[in-house]
Nanobody, 124 residues
Framework: QVQLVESGGGLVQAGGSLRLSCAAS????????MGWFRQAPGKEREFVAG????????FYADSVRGRFTISRDNAKNTANLQMNSLKPEDTAVYYC?????????????????WGQGTQVTVSS
C-alpha cells in the first residue's frame, strides 16, 4: 500500500508559478513511478506529467510541456510539480498518483494509488 498527500495548491494570477508536493508513505518510494493528473470541473481526469522510479525519465502532456517540471526525491519520499507560466486553463484539482511498478505511462489505469487532490486556481 502507498499513501499520498498533496500540498502546495492555491490561487495565483496568470503567468505566475506554484509548486506542488506529494508526500508518500508505505512501500519503498524508489520502487515505483509517480505521476501528476488534474481534473477541471465537468471534465475527465487527465494526465499532466510522469516520472520513472529513478527520476531520470520524465514525460509530459503537450499542454504543459515547457512550463511544468516534475521531479522526485527518493531520499525524502516526495514528488514535486513545478508549474510556471500558469494559464487560466490550468485551473483544476491536481492529484499525485503512484504506479504499481518502476515505470508507467499516461493512462489512469497505470496508477494504483491516488492522493486526495489539491486545488489550483489561476485567475486571468
Amino acid at each position: 500500500q502507498v499513501q499520498l498527500v498533496e500540498s502546495g495548491g492555491g490561487l495565483v494570477q496568470a503567468g505566475g508559478s506554484l509548486r506542488l508536493s506529494c508526500a508518500a508513505s508505505g512501500r519503498s518510494f524508489g520502487s515505483y513511478a509517480m505521476g501528476w493528473f488534474r481534473q477541471a470541473p465537468g471534465k475527465e481526469r487527465e494526465f499532466v506529467a510522469g516520472i520513472r522510479w529513478n527520476g531520470i525519465s520524465t514525460f509530459y502532456a503537450d499542454s504543459v510541456r515547457g512550463r511544468f517540471t516534475i521531479s522526485r526525491d527518493n531520499a525524502k519520499n516526495t514528488a514535486n510539480l513545478q508549474m510556471n507560466s500558469l494559464k487560466p486553463e490550468d485551473t483544476a484539482v491536481y492529484y499525485c498518483a503512484a504506479a504499481r511498478g518502476p515505470s508507467a505511462g499516461s493512462r489512469l489505469s497505470d496508477y494504483a494509488y491516488w492522493g486526495q487532490g489539491t486545488q489550483v486556481t489561476v485567475s486571468s
